[in-house]
Structures are given as structure tokens and as C-alpha cells.
């Protein structure tokens, strides 16, 4: 049976995938992929840091590590993200569920080289630290040599986006059960020190803004 990788069975009205905005912002809220692929005949599944960059996604990690070595070989890859925006509470368990946005990517990873990896760190960085960046010293020679960055180069993508209301039929309406929607935010607690830190050092910017917000999710 041949299987369409980017229309559900089910559901459809839920699924966009021109919508490149929406996915950018999912990819950036999620924070972390599930790479999925074969390796000697079985299914992989391994979670991993990711950050869009234009229409790929940029990951890193250890050159010590099996399974970046093995996408860097361009074989196909899927990759799966989602993020829960909301708690649906319907008036019987088979109504309830949940608002999230979710997108599953096809495409195939390449290597970046040693001219490319200092940029695309600092893009993976500022990504997923805020402003941190600047605070920062440079990339150094050997941090660079130890680090295994890798572009995945999307062929295909699907987007889909719930976010429903419960739909109870009128004789559980006219029920005493409270029924709405309980949203999901991100917040940031208060910066806890490393053990080693030298006295009479203060958070830096980037920390103390982000403390100081909460990301509110999309409902």
C-alpha cells in the first residue's frame, strides 16, 4: 500500500503545510526533534536539540556519537516535534484531549565542514539561549574539532494544529460537569548558581531576561 507522508487519514482539517511561519515557531518552542531511522533493519528513534535555520534544521553533538555519524551519511530521515498547548477538559473521557501543534519532517542530513561549523554553533546557540551569545568567549579549536554539526535538508513536511473545544453531545451538555480549556505556558523559574561560581557575580542579561518572562503558547 503506498502511503501519502504528508495527509493523515484522519483529521485532515487540521493539517497545514504551507504554513512555514507556524512550523518555524513550533520548531523554536519544542526545542528538541525525534530523529527516526533504520539502522541494520530496525526502527531508531533518538531525541536530540534542534534549531530552524531558513528551510532546514541545524543539530549537534559529539563526533564520538554513532548515530550523528550515521545521518551524516545522507540516509532518509523523519523527524517528529510537538508541543502541547492545552489540556481539553470534555464532559466524558472519550471527548477530552488536548491542544498541541505537531509536524513530522522527511529529508536527509550532510555534514557541515570546519568553515561552517563556528557559524551554524552560534545559530544553534542563540536559538536555544537567548541572547547568550554575546556574553560569551569565542569557539576554541578544539571545542570545534569535538563537535559534529549537522544540516538536515527538509524534503517534505505536514503541520497540524488542534485547537478544538470539546465537543460534547447536548445530553452531556446539559449535564453539572464543567467543561473548557486549561492552557499550558512555559515559565522560567529563578537562575540557580553553579557551585563554582566566583562571588559577587551577578546573572548576566541574557539570563535575567529570559527569568523574567514566560512563554506563553499559543492556544
Not at 62 to 78: F, K
Not at 86 to 106: N, P, Q
Not at 133 to 157: F, G, I, K, Q
Not at 210 to 219: D, E, F, K, N, Q
Request: glycine share 8%.
Amino acid at each position: 500500500m503506498s502511503l501519502n507522508r504528508t495527509k493523515p487519514a484522519r483529521m485532515p482539517e487540521r493539517v497545514n503545510s504551507t504554513d512555514r511561519a507556524a512550523l518555524d515557531r513550533l520548531l523554536r518552542d519544542a526545542s528538541v526533534g525525534h530523529f527516526a531511522f533504520v539502522e541494520d533493519g530496525r526502527p531508531v528513534v533518538m531525541p536530540i536539540a534542534i534549531v530552524p535555520d531558513g528551510e532546514d534544521i541545524i543539530l549537534h553533538g559529539s563526533t564520538g556519537s554513532w548515530w550523528l555519524r550515521r545521518l551524516a551519511t545522507g540516509i532518509p530521515v523523519t523527524v517528529s516535534v510537538m508541543a502541547v498547548d492545552g489540556l481539553v477538559f470534555a464532559r466524558s473521557a472519550f471527548e477530552s484531549s488536548m491542544r498541541y501543534r505537531s509536524a513530522v519532517l522527511f529529508g536527509s542530513c550532510v555534514r557541515l565542514d570546519d568553515d561552517e561549523k563556528a557559524e551554524a554553533l552560534d545559530l544553534v546557540t542563540g536559538g536555544l539561549l537567548p541572547g547568550r551569545l554575546a556574553e560569551l568567549r569565542p569557539h576554541n579549536r578544539r571545542e570545534l574539532a569535538a563537535t559534529l554539526m549537522l544540516r538536515m535538508v527538509v524534503d517534505e513536511w505536514t503541520f497540524k494544529n488542534s485547537t478544538q473545544w470539546p465537543e460534547d453531545p447536548d445530553e452531556d451538555i446539559a449535564g453539572d460537569t464543567w467543561a473548557g480549556i486549561l492552557p499550558i505556558h512555559t515559565t522560567y523559574g529563578e537562575p540557580e548558581p553553579a557551585p563554582d561560581l566566583r562571588a559577587g557575580i551577578s546573572e548576566s542579561e541574557s539570563v535575567r531576561a529570559l527569568a523574567g518572562r514566560s512563554r506563553v503558547r499559543p492556544g
